[in-house]
């Protein structure tokens, strides 16, 4: 009796062999082991695998150094319009090449001429990288405010121009050296234009690939310039400037209380 009760008072667990007489007798059996147990160490590597792979898709998927897209307000009116062959045939012309012109003049001007300031808010302006700065242009509170902007495709362009005129010798100069203090500033100014744009071309490293044929009369075989590019929307861009655009009068740009003039050009 002592034996019996003994076994009825205790866990069908503790020292009970599976195949005990005792236990057979008391009608106790213990609990099956758990399939989930034997299953356990597949199911371990199964959530593993599951999760390297995971792991594996989002990195694959993680944007590069260079699809990182710096903030601009701008950037709103981005639009591809896919690929486009460039006209790169020596000789061949557009509305923005040939001899001066008024309808070339005002070609260039529609793209290139005055900066189109337009405004960015604080927030904005920390998005974009910049620290705010007492020596930055800032529009006065009558004008809505906020600081004084451009968008670079345009200094790019101004650039551009600055050189094509440059290349027609004395028809621009006057009134090229009339906006600057001497012709050494103007000399200054056009080698800024030159130095801007080799930056920003080597900054983009264009690796789009162009080919060479053999031309008849030639000796050595000549590059295809006319290559394919993936292309944004100028226009569109163009069109946002434009929308967004802040006119102030000369007189009306002054510097405000708290304004710190920085000792030379940024």
Not at 32 to 55: D, E
Not at 86 to 91: A, S, V
Not at 156 to 176: E, K, P, V
């Amino acid at each position: 009796m002592r034996k019996e009760s003994y076994h009825l008072q205790s866990s069908p667990f503790d020292g009970v062999d599976d195949d005990s007489d005792d236990t057979k007798l008391l009608g106790i059996s213990p609990p099956p082991k758990s399939r989930f147990l034997h299953l356990w160490p597949w199911l371990s590597h199964g959530v593993l695998v599951s999760i390297t792979l995971v792991f594996f898709t989002l990195w694959a998927r993680a944007p590069s150094i260079d699809d990182v897209v710096l903030f601009s307000p701008a950037n709103e009116a981005i639009e591809s319009i896919g690929i486009v062959k460039f006209n790169g045939t020596i000789g061949a012309t557009s509305v923005y090449s040939g001899s001066p012109s008024p309808e070339l003049d005002a070609a260039w001007d529609n793209i290139a001429v005055d900066a189109r300031s337009v405004r960015m808010t604080l927030d904005q302006l920390l998005r974009a990288g910049e620290k705010p700065s007492p020596a930055m242009a800032m529009y006065p509170d009558e004008y809505g405010g906020g600081y004084m902007a451009t968008i670079e495709a345009i200094h790019m362009l101004h650039c551009t121009d600055m050189i094509r005129r440059a290349t027609w010798g004395d028809h621009y100069r006057a009134a090229d050296y009339a906006i600057h203090d001497s012709p050494e500033a103007y000399r200054t100014h056009l080698d800024h234009c030159i130095e801007i744009l080799r930056q920003d071309i080597m900054c983009r490293s264009d690796a789009t690939m162009l080919t060479y044929d053999w031309v008849e009369g030639l000796q050595n075989p000549v590059p295809d310039l006319s290559s394919l590019h993936q292309c944004r929307n100028f226009e569109k861009i163009l069109d946002w400037v434009d929308e967004h655009r802040v006119v102030v009068s000369t007189s009306d740009m002054i510097r405000l209380d708290d304004t710190i003039d920085l000792l030379f050009p940024p």
